[in-house]
C-alpha cells in the first residue's frame, strides 16, 4: 500500500521546519475534494492534499476497505496509517511538524497519525469522523500528560456515523487531549463555512505558522 499522488499547495517548499496541514479526503473520494478549503487555512500554512491509496473505481479513493455496518479493521487502518507516514519520511523536511485535517474517514486517519507518532503532529483536526474501536496505539498512553490540541467537528444532523462511534470518540478525544468540540444544529456529513471558520482560529491558536 502506497500513496502516490499528491497535490501540492504553492507554499509547500517552503521553509524545512514550516508545518505542513495534511489533506485527508473521505471515504469514496479523491485528493482534489478538500482543497478548496485550503482558503480558510492561516496566512503562510503549506498544504498538501493526499490521494487514499486504495482504488474503487469510477475516481474514488478508500484509506482502507469498510464493510458496514461492522466497525472499521484496525490492520486495515493501520496499513494506511503507515502508508502515509512512508510518504511523510520520503516527501518532506524530517523536521517539518505535520498537521493532519481529514474529513469522514480521513478524520479517523488524522487522529490515527496524531496516534501513532505525536512527536510529529502539534494539532489535528477531525471533521466528522471518529476513533477506531479496536486496541490502543503505542502512543496512547503520553497523552494522559501531553493532551495535544484536537477540534473535532460534526454535524447533529449526520447520519453516516453511528451513534456508539461518536460516543467513544468522545469519551476518546476528552481522556486523551486538549479538545475544541464544535457540533452543529443545521450541519449533516459534511463541511460548512462557519465550521472552517472555528477550524481557522483553532490553527492560528495551536500552530505557528511562518513568519
Given at each position: 500500500m502506497r500513496i502516490t499522488t499528491a497535490v501540492p499547495g504553492p507554499?509547500?517548499?517552503?521553509?524545512?521546519?514550516a508545518p505542513v496541514v495534511l489533506l485527508l479526503h473521505g471515504y469514496g473520494?479523491?485528493?482534489?475534494?478538500?482543497v478548496g478549503l485550503t482558503s480558510w487555512l492561516p496566512a503562510g500554512l503549506r498544504w498538501v492534499s493526499l490521494r487514499a491509496p486504495g482504488d474503487m473505481g469510477f475516481g474514488g479513493y478508500e484509506w482502507f476497505p469498510l464493510s458496514l455496518p461492522d466497525e472499521p479493521s484496525q490492520a486495515g487502518a493501520d496499513a494506511a496509517v503507515e502508508a502515509v507516514w512512508e510518504w511523510v519520511d520520503a516527501s518532506l523536511p524530517d523536521s517539518a511538524p505535520v498537521v493532519p485535517l481529514g474529513f469522514s474517514q480521513g478524520g479517523l486517519m488524522a487522529l490515527e497519525l496524531l496516534r501513532t507518532r505525536p512527536q510529529r503532529v502539534p494539532a489535528a483536526v477531525c471533521l466528522s469522523g471518529f476513533v477506531t474501536a479496536s486496541r490502543a496505539q503505542s502512543a496512547d498512553a503520553a497523552?494522559?500528560?501531553?493532551?495535544?490540541?484536537v477540534f473535532w467537528g460534526r454535524?447533529?444532523?449526520?447520519?453516516?456515523?453511528?451513534?456508539?462511534?461518536?460516543a467513544r470518540t468522545a469519551t476518546w478525544l476528552e481522556a486523551h487531549t486538549t479538545l475544541t468540540r464544535r457540533e452543529y444544529p443545521?450541519?449533516?456529513?459534511?463541511?460548512?463555512p462557519g465550521e472552517m471558520d472555528e477550524v481557522a482560529?483553532?490553527?492560528r491558536e495551536t500552530v505557528a505558522a511562518p513568519k
Open positions: 507554499e509547500v517548499s517552503g521553509s524545512p521546519t473520494s479523491h485528493e482534489r475534494d478538500l497523552f494522559a500528560s501531553a493532551r495535544p490540541p454535524g447533529l444532523l449526520d447520519q453516516v456515523i453511528w451513534p456508539a462511534a461518536v443545521e450541519l449533516a456529513h459534511g463541511v460548512d482560529a483553532f490553527l
